[in-house]
C-alpha cells in the first residue's frame, strides 16, 4: 500500500504559477512512474503528465506541454509539477498517482492515488 498526499494548490490569477506536491509514504517510490491527472467539475479525469521511476523520461498532455514540468527527487519521496502561464482552464482537483509498471498516460493503469489538491485560476 502506498499512501500519497499532495499539497500545493490555490488560488491564482492567469498567467500565475504554482507548484504541486505529492509526498509517498513507501520507501520503494523510487521504483515506481509517477503521473499527475486533474479533473475539473463535470469533465472526466485527464491525463497532465507522467515521469519514469529514475526521472529519465517525462511525457505531457498537449494541454500543458511547454507550460507544465514534472520532476521527482527520490531521497524525499516526493514528486512536483511546476506549472506555469496558468490558464482558467487549467482549473481543476490535481491528483498525483503510482503506476507500479511504468509510465503511461492511462488512468486505469495506476495503482493507487492520493486525495487531490484544488488549483483554481481566476481570469
Known amino acids: 500500500q502506498v499512501h500519497l498526499v499532495e499539497s500545493g494548490g490555490g488560488l491564482v490569477q492567469a498567467g500565475g504559477s504554482l507548484r504541486l506536491s505529492c509526498a509517498a509514504s513507501?520507501?520503494?517510490?523510487?521504483?515506481?512512474?509517477m503521473g499527475w491527472f486533474r479533473q475539473a467539475p463535470g469533465k472526466e479525469r485527464e491525463f497532465v503528465a507522467t515521469?519514469?521511476?529514475?526521472?529519465?523520461?517525462?511525457y505531457y498532455a498537449d494541454s500543458v506541454k511547454g507550460r507544465f514540468t514534472i520532476s521527482r527527487d527520490n531521497a524525499k519521496n516526493t514528486v512536483y509539477l511546476q506549472m506555469n502561464s496558468l490558464k482558467p482552464e487549467d482549473t481543476a482537483v490535481y491528483y498525483c498517482?503510482?503506476?507500479?509498471?511504468?509510465?503511461?498516460?492511462?488512468?486505469?493503469?495506476?495503482?493507487?492515488w492520493g486525495q487531490g489538491t484544488q488549483v483554481t485560476v481566476s481570469s
Open positions: 498517482a503510482v503506476a507500479e509498471f511504468g509510465a503511461t498516460d492511462r488512468a486505469g493503469l495506476y495503482d493507487y
Open positions: 513507501r520507501h520503494t517510490f523510487s521504483s515506481y512512474a
Open positions: 515521469i519514469t521511476w529514475n526521472g529519465g523520461n517525462t
